[in-house]
């Protein structure tokens, strides 16, 4: 079994269980994948540096350092934060600062990051994404993609021009039309999703979504097994079959 990275952190605070796991995959030679968990207030952040573009690493630190810090000065200022605004506000943070640190740099106009963000209470789920890092929902057996991908492959799909199954494995599929870092002014997607007993959460990078298809990430995420042991099953798969990426998950569910 390949080996995989150390686990970030994993909790049950407050009835929510969550596990964050990264790993450098068999082929690239240094992470670029950044991640953040707090279960004590159900905040899930995960960011994936642009590959072939410099600096990734730092492009997605500096996504969660700024997603994180608006969130923390929301959560101090107000009792009922408007969660929806907090993350996109925080975003568009974390944009300026990642297009700043690229002009002060070789980096200029190259540094980038995919981001996804969740936010958790009993029963509701906030959420911000751009770029391919993937949020699924796994809901009585049913697996279902809240996040839609900002890639030139997936506007084919939507167009009608490729179907699901030729995107899979497009040439292009990699390739973004929208992420932190790209242009001076940035458009995240926003949702607000219901939460069920039983459900399960999962954020990804697509160093697992290129690996791993969504049938075998259904029957990872279904097992009768702690958060940690889940979020480890996931990386073992998407380096079992190639790991050309850094691969990057979170795993979270409230227990009953």
Known sequence: ?????????????????????TDIGLVRSRNEDSLWVDAERGWLLLADGMGGHSSGDLASALAINYVLDRLLVTAEKNKTPDHAKALVDSVIDANAAIRGAGKQTAAVHSMGATFV??????????????????????????????????????????????????????????LLTRGLGVHD??????????????????????GLTDMVDEHEITRLLEMPARAGEVAKSLIEAANSAGGRDNVSVIVAWFNE
């Open 185 to 206: 002014e940035v458009e995240p997607d926003t949702g607000i999703c219901a939460l069920h007993p039983g459900d399960r959460l999962l954020l990804c990078t697509d």
């Open 117 to 174: 963000g969740a936010l958790l209470s009993p029963g509701r789920m906030t959420y911000v994404h751009i770029g391919d890092s993937r949020l699924y929902l796994l809901r009585e057996s049913v697996l279902m993609q809240l996040s839609h991908d900002h890639t030139l492959v997936q506007e084919f799909v939507d167009a009608g021009h490729l179907t699901t199954e030729t995107a899979q494995n497009h040439p292009y599929r990699g």
């Open 1 to 21: 079994m390949p080996d995989v990275g150390k686990i970030q952190k994993e909790t049950s605070i407050s009835m929510l269980e969550c596990a964050a796991l």
